[in-house]
């Protein structure tokens, strides 16, 4: 069974970067995208990027600029790197395995499992 | 505010039947497979929809989808108090190029 916990602080200076690591356990990491999602309170779900086992990624153009997915496939791991953070960027953020073919023209993306979220506040 | 609408909230009693809605464009559902995600705080979200009806192993056969044009729906059948939770439904987008979310709806089971 495929599973995934996020880790880091839960405290970001504004001006600061955020910093998160998500690891994985139970299941293989090629054929799919490590992504990254978020929440911010009261809000909706808000994809960040991805990354495949290969090192390609693929940012949310909004986020384009800040945005840094890295992957270690020796440790089962991949981190996200937001930068210039500001009270905007508080949320739960989430990690998951995504699924994603655009081969055929009609995009199949889903997402699953999820990790159970961390919640990351921006604040001095 | 979210590229997908959703009512923010749902309601039911056990035993009814509750559909919530999800409407987009052209550049999302008219284009793309739907997928629903249920979530409540502090807890993982999970799939419970994925290409617009199909159910991933272990979710039950009371949660059904649908997709017509540039709009999508769920509908929970034999309504459970388990159920309660946030539903989000999700679509790749072509105009952002990335997968884009609805509001989400909050469904009580009174």
């Known amino acids: 069974q495929v599973q995934l916990q996020e880790s880091g602080p839960g405290l970001v200076k504004p001006s600061e970067t955020l910093s998160l690591t998500c690891t994985f356990s139970g299941g293989s990491i090629s054929l799919y995208y490590w992504t990254w999602i978020r929440q911010p309170p009261g809000k909706g779900l808000e994809w960040i990027g991805h990354i495949s086992y290969t090192g390609n990624t693929n940012y949310n153009p909004r986020l384009k600029s800040r945005v840094t997915i890295s992957i270690d496939t020796s440790m089962n791991q991949f981190s996200l790197h937001l930068s210039s953070v500001t009270a905007a960027d508080t949320a739960v953020y989430y990690c998951?395995?995504?699924?994603?073919?655009?081969?055929?023209?009609?995009?199949?993306?889903?997402?699953?499992?999820w990790g159970q979220g961390s919640l990351v506040t921006v604040s001095s | 505010q979210s590229v997908l609408t959703q009512p923010s909230s749902a309601s039911g009693t056990p035993g009814q039947r509750v559909i919530i809605s999800c409407s987009g464009r052209s550049s999302n559902i008219g284009s793309h497979t739907v997928n629903w995600y249920q979530y409540l705080p502090g807890t993982a979200p999970k799939l419970i929809i994925y290409s617009n009806s199909h159910r991933p192993s272990g979710v039950p056969d009371r949660f059904s989808g649908s997709k017509s044009g540039t709009s999508a729906s769920l509908a929970i059948s034999g309504l459970q108090s388990e159920d309660e939770a946030d539903y989000s439904c999700a679509a790749w987008d072509d105009s952002l190029n990335a997968p884009v979310f609805g509001g989400g709806t909050k469904l009580t089971v009174l």
């Open positions: 998951a395995r995504g699924s994603y073919d655009c081969s055929g023209g009609v995009c199949l993306n889903w997402y699953d499992p």
